[in-house]
């Protein structure tokens, strides 16, 4: 009777050690981007990056003169024609090629839009999520999650 009981602690114990807790965050953030992505679109149509510092500071809070001229004539939807704070959006495209991938001990969000490197270069933390953003995500997604799949590997629970 004690032999089923060891057997199964054992067994419990490799499952354990198995749970590769490194991979699953990446599993976890990857399969979870456009959350992620979605955040980022947030803060920055909000005028701010991940320090909670006003995106474009280092050149001023506001777009040029001209640049607004430009929003106001060409700039997609509303986001697209506002002028009142910097929000790297103007046709849309930048916010809609955000991709975000998890590799190692780190997420990175990015985007394909041309203008990725120079936007960047104003606010090299602009595609970065804020401390709320990342706090939200790490109790309401991640550790949820890493806790249900441990359970599964583990215990067999869903």
């Known amino acids: 009777m004690g032999t089923a009981n060891q057997n199964n602690l054992f067994e419990k114990s490799v499952a354990i050690e198995m749970f590769d807790i ?39 809070p506001y777009y040029t003169p001209y640049t607004a001229e430009l929003k106001e004539k060409y700039g997609s939807g509303s986001l697209g024609k506002e002028t009142d704070r910097v929000t790297y959006f103007m046709s849309g495209y930048f916010y809609s090629s955000l991709f975000t991938k998890a590799k190692g ?40 999650e890493l806790q249900r799949r441990f359970n599964l590997k583990v215990h067999g629970i869903r």
């Not at 947030?42 to 990056?49: L, T």
Request: proline letters at 3%.
């Open 22 to 60: 490194a991979a699953e965050t990446i599993d976890i953030i990857n399969q979870n981007a456009d959350t992620i992505e979605a955040m980022v679109r947030g803060q920055m149509a909000v005028g701010k990056d991940g320090d909670g510092d006003l995106l474009n500071a280092s050149l001023g």
């Open 105 to 144: 001990n780190e997420f990175i969000t990015d985007s394909r839009d041309e203008v990725t490197d120079k936007l960047l270069s104003w606010s090299p933390k602009a595609l970065e999520l804020n401390a709320d953003n990342l706090d939200y995500f790490s109790k309401v997604i991640l550790i949820p």
